[in-house]
């Protein structure tokens, strides 16, 4: 079964449809535009699946609606550590949250780390009435709570209901961007050795003094050295920031595209993308082409103006 809701302009707005891709899990719903899903309750059939979709297709005009394109590439890893989670309130309308998690180290833990953080903390932005930064807090809590060896690193956006902007929290290097007037802006500060070390840099030497040569040898190993994640993650540690508009496009990646694709091809890479999903896939293969050896994940987000 697939639906497909448009608005009067024949824009698509809702792509529906009750899925069943495993023969141990129970039939879920899902919108190949939002990102939305909702599996049937055990033991719930396809018929409680059909039924789901079509409560998504009637959602209100008056709630706000994006679509997201996700891509992720393994590169030269044995395994895909990162992880994308979409959540769509589909009961009040009042929020849509994004996360994108990089799980520390290239084994099945490190995977499980990033995918269970991810899910917990869009999760936790609806149930718990969290703040992005509180959700990154239920994600750490969540990661205690199954004792996972492994960690990773996050960045969490959420869009409330009344348009007023985006809210961002993360930990470690994943990024969160938004598309501004043709220029894509870094929203997020990566939490690194490195980004301390320019920091402390920009505040003892001022520009017409020449810092000590090393400082340059050992950037580019820095970089890969955060200091936060979510296993560790602290109140006081969580990066932090909020935008005053909701119309604009938004992308969340891994360091497996940010730390390799120049700003400016980034950039291009955004604003001519004609579709999120077309536009993902791109943002994260030019990960790989432009030299990464990590994982590659990018999450492109749209706010759909409804007429």
Same mark, same amino acid.
């Given at each position: ?10 824009? /698509? ?39 789901? %979709? ?16 996700? /891509? ?24 849509? #949250?994004? #996360? ?10 490190? %995977?499980? #780390? ?44 959420? /869009? ?25 802006? =870094?929203? *997020?500060?990566? &939490? ?6 320019? #920091? ?16 340059? $040898? ?5 970089? $890969? ?11 006081? /540690?969580?990066?932090?920031?909020? *935008?005053?508009? =909701? ?10 595209? &940010? ?12 604003? *001519? %993308?004609?579709?999120? =999903? ?14 990464? &050896?990590?994982?590659? *994940? ?10």
């Amino acid at each position: 079964m697939l639906h497909v809701l448009r608005d009067t302009t024949g824009q /698509a707005l809702h792509k529906v449809a009750a899925v069943q891709p495993r023969p141990d899990e129970p039939p879920r719903a899902l919108c190949g535009l939002r990102g939305w899903s909702e599996f049937a309750d055990p033991p719930g059939d396809h018929a409680e699946a059909r039924a789901l %979709a079509r409560q998504h297709l009637e959602r209100p005009a008056a709630w706000p609606v994006f679509h997201r394109g996700r /891509a992720s590439l393994t590169g030269d890893r044995r395994v895909n550590a990162d992880h994308a989670a979409v959540f769509v309130d589909d009961v009040t309308g009042e929020v849509t #949250a994004w #996360a994108v998690a990089d799980g520390i180290g290239d084994n099945p833990d490190a %995977a499980d #780390a990033a995918r269970i953080a991810a899910s917990a903390a869009v999760r936790a932005l609806y149930g718990s009435r969290l703040d992005p930064a509180g959700a990154v807090l239920a994600a750490r809590d969540e990661l205690a709570r199954r004792e996972l060896e492994g960690d990773a690193v996050m960045v969490v956006a959420a /869009a409330r209901a009344g348009g007023d902007g985006y809210e961002l929290a993360w930990v470690g290097d994943c990024r969160g961007y938004e598309l501004r007037d043709g220029r894509l802006i =870094q929203l *997020t500060t990566d &939490h690194t050795v490195a980004e301390e070390a320019r #920091a402390w840099l920009r505040e003892a030497y001022s520009q017409h003094e020449a810092a000590p040569g090393w400082y340059a $040898h050992h950037l580019p190993r820095w970089e $890969h050295m955060v200091t936060t994640t979510v296993a560790t993650a602290t109140a006081s /540690a969580i990066g932090r920031a909020a *935008t005053d508009d =909701q119309t604009m496009r938004l992308l969340l990646t891994t360091d497996g595209v &940010h730390k390799s694709v120049p700003h400016d091809t980034l950039t291009t890479l955004v604003s *001519t %993308a004609s579709s999120v =999903q077309a536009g993902a896939h791109r943002i994260a293969r030019a990960g790989i082409e432009h030299g990464s &050896h990590d994982n590659a *994940t990018a999450l492109l987000i749209d706010p759909v103006v409804i007429p």
